[in-house]
């Protein structure tokens, strides 16, 4: 079981918005930024979103992320088929001094 | 750019050792954390270790924990992680990726994996 909780998958239509879900405690995503991965199909991951809500310069701006509390939030609108990956959430967590992974989603654009 | 190519992976029996490597290139090297994340086959992504820029605070993941060793050479630019007493579970491919500070800030680069399958 990991230590941050996502949707196993989601999906929704081309063009449409997505939101994927991370859900942790005070230890990790409470008190530390978040970051996400995308990971295309036999690929190595690459980073989306850093520090909660921050895009590497290369990553369009269709991708966001947000905070609030113990969770954190991926949104993607203007689906297009290239964005059917996986998709995890990271944050380092104080208690365990470890870095956490999130179980991954896995989205589908119908 | 930045370039992390790791090497050493391969197949292994149980209960062996094996040092995977992982060569840096494009960054100052010695100014970054490092971690390894490891991926079963169709499983998530797992957290593995880091070890900070300067090699002074070394964090392990709890199913690794007393079993591997990660560490780096600041002069070669390489990180290494030395796994020892391997189980069929520690078959994954296995990242090295670099930390956007000194060890627990976030990932923000990754290298393209090695393979390592525990079979007898």
């Known amino acids: 079981q990991s230590v941050l909780t996502q949707p196993p998958s989601v999906s929704a239509a081309p063009g449409q918005k997505v939101t994927i879900s991370c859900s942790g405690s005070n230890s990790n995503i409470g008190n530390n930024y978040v970051s996400w991965y995308l990971q295309l199909p036999g690929t190595a991951p690459k980073l989306l979103i850093y520090?909660?809500?921050k895009r590497p310069s290369r990553i369009p701006d269709r991708f966001s992320g947000s905070k609030s509390g113990t969770s954190a939030t991926l949104d993607i609108t203007g689906l297009q088929t290239g964005d059917e990956a996986d998709y995890y959430c990271?944050?380092?967590?104080?208690?365990?001094?470890?870095?956490?992974f999130g179980g991954g989603t896995k989205l589908t654009v119908l | 750019q930045v370039q992390l190519v790791e090497s050493g992976g391969g197949v292994v029996q149980p209960g062996t050792s094996l040092r995977l490597s992982c060569a840096a290139s494009?960054?100052?090297?010695?100014?970054?954390?490092m971690h390894w994340v490891r991926q079963g086959p169709g499983k998530g992504l797992e957290w593995v270790a880091v070890?900070?820029?300067?090699?002074?605070?070394?964090f392990y993941g709890d199913s690794v924990r007393d079993r591997f060793t990660i560490s780096r050479d600041n002069y070669k630019n390489t990180v290494y992680l030395e796994a020892n007493s391997l189980r069929a579970e520690d078959t994954a491919v296995y990242y090295c990726a670099r930390d956007d500070g000194i060890g627990a800030t976030h990932i923000d680069h990754w290298g393209q994996g090695a393979l390592l399958t525990v079979s007898s």
């Open positions: 990271g944050t380092w967590d104080s208690s365990l001094t470890s870095w956490v």
């Open positions: 494009g960054f100052s090297f010695s100014d970054f954390g």
């Open positions: 520090d909660n809500n």
């Open positions: 070890i900070w820029y300067d090699g002074s605070k070394r």
